[in-house]
C-alpha cells in the first residue's frame, strides 16, 4: 500500500474531518479512498460512455398527470433490455416514488434516464451510475452463460 502527505488549508482541513466523521468515517484515509472511487469513477463514465455500468434510477411523478403513467411505463417497456428492477411507492394521495435499477451500457443507460426524466410531470429525477467491468462466465450446471458485473475501482 502506498502513503502520501496531503497539504491544505486549516479551514478546508476542519470542513473535510466534520463532514468524514458525519458520515462515519473512522479514519481519515478511508475518506480520502472513497473520494478518489468516486473521482476514478466520474473521470471513466466522462471518458468511457459506451463501457457498461449498473445504475438506479428514481424520480417522483404525480400519477394524476393526464398520460403520464402510461408513457413512463412505455419507455420502461421500450427499454426493458436496461430494467433489472423497478419498485413504486405511493407516496401520498397524488405522488408516487419509483426506484428502478438498470444495466447497461452508460451511453444506453444514460439516454433512458433523461428520457424518463425530461417526461411532463417527472419530477425530482435522479441518476447514479456505477461502472462495471463484465465478465461472461459459463457455469456447470447450466450451458447458458452469465453476466456478472464487478465494480470498477
Known amino acids: 500500500m502506498e502513503r502520501f502527505t496531503i497539504s491544505m488549508d486549516d479551514q478546508l482541513f476542519e ?4 463532514v468524514a466523521q458525519a458520515r462515519g468515517y473512522v479514519n481519515r484515509s478511508e475518506a480520502i479512498r472513497d473520494l ?3 473521482y476514478l ?4 463514465l466522462q471518458k468511457d460512455n459506451k463501457g ?4 438506479t434510477l428514481s424520480y ?19 427499454h426493458h433490455d436496461l430494467t433489472l428492477s423497478s ?8 405522488n408516487c416514488l419509483e426506484v428502478v435499477i438498470l444495466r447497461g451500457t452508460v451511453q444506453d443507460v444514460r439516454k433512458f434516464a433523461n428520457q424518463v ?6 419530477r425530482h429525477g435522479k441518476l447514479h451510475i456505477v461502472p462495471i467491468d463484465l465478465v461472461q462466465e459459463s457455469h456447470a450446471h ?4 452469465h453476466i456478472h458485473g464487478t465494480p470498477m475501482t
Open 117 to 122: 426524466i425530461a417526461t411532463n410531470g417527472v
Open 52 to 55: 457498461y455500468c449498473i445504475a
Open 142 to 145: 447450466s450451458s447458458v452463460p
Open 87 to 94: 419498485m413504486h411507492v405511493h407516496m401520498d394521495h397524488d
Open 36 to 38: 478518489v472511487r468516486e
Open 15 to 18: 470542513q473535510f474531518d466534520t
Open 60 to 78: 417522483i411523478f404525480n400519477h394524476h398527470e393526464r398520460d403520464l403513467a402510461s408513457q413512463v411505463t412505455s419507455a420502461h417497456h421500450h
Open 41 to 44: 469513477e466520474n473521470a471513466r
